[in-house]
Every structure is written in C-alpha cells, then in structure tokens.
Nanobody, 125 residues
Framework: QVQLVESGGGLVQPGGSLRLSCVAS????????MGWFRQAPGKEREFVAA????????YYAESVKGRFTISRDNAKNTVYLQMESLKPEDTAVYYC??????????????????WGQGTQVTVSS
C-alpha cells in the first residue's frame, strides 16, 4: 500500500508561481512512476505531468509544457510540481498518483493504483 499526501496549493494571481509537493508512505517509492493530474469543476480529470522511476523520463501535457516542472526526491519519498506563469485556466484540484507502470501509458489515469486526496489551486486576480 502507498499513501500519498499533497500540499502546497492555494490562491495565486495570474503569472504567479506555486510548488506542489506529494509525500508518499512506504519504502518502495523509488520503484513507482509518479504523476500529477488535475480536475476542474465540471471537467474530467486530466494529465499534467509524470516522471518515470527507471530513467526519470519526464512527460508533460502540452498545456503546461515550458511552465511546469515535475521532479522527484527519492530520499524524501517526495514528488514535486513547480508551476510558473500560472493562468486562470490552471485552476483545479491537483492530484498526485503512483504506478508501477513505467511506459508512455503514465500519461493516462489508467495505470495508477494510488491517488492522493488532492490540493486546490486557484489562479485569480
């Protein structure tokens, strides 16, 4: 079992920055690919970014490429999402998720076995 706890959400003005963190329980964090997803009201959950565990390959949604950066610190069992140049359309609940799958499929919700409770990000002036 893996438990995931996100933090770092909040209210930020357009153009601002936030860093989300997701801490995982357990001793096998380094063998999980980690993903960030988001869900806005009335919309389906969508992929934001992912990082593999074998070679730390990075994946990004086109809408966040160049503005968001995913990273991981295996010593701290933590995955981060650094968000820059935030836009109102980035407003959503952000979830981290974990999977043993380590292929391109990590850009979908399908392979993820564990999910955090989510953290709200609101971009508004």
């Amino acid at each position: 079992q893996v438990q995931l706890v996100e933090s770092g959400g909040g209210l930020v003005q357009p153009g601002g920055s936030l860093r989300l963190s997701c801490v995982a329980s357990g001793r096998t964090f380094s063998t999980y690919a980690m993903g960030w997803f988001r869900q806005a009201p009335g919309k389906e959950r969508e992929f934001v970014a992912a990082i593999s565990w074998r070679d730390k390959r990075l994946y990004y949604a086109e809408s966040v490429k160049g503005r968001f950066t995913i990273s991981r610190d295996n010593a701290k069992n933590t995955v981060y999402l650094q968000m820059e140049s935030l836009k109102p359309e980035d407003t959503a609940v952000y979830y981290c998720a974990a999977t043993r799958t380590d292929t391109i499929e990590v850009v979908t919700t399908t392979p993820y076995d564990y999910w955090g409770q989510g953290t709200q990000v609101t971009v508004s002036s």
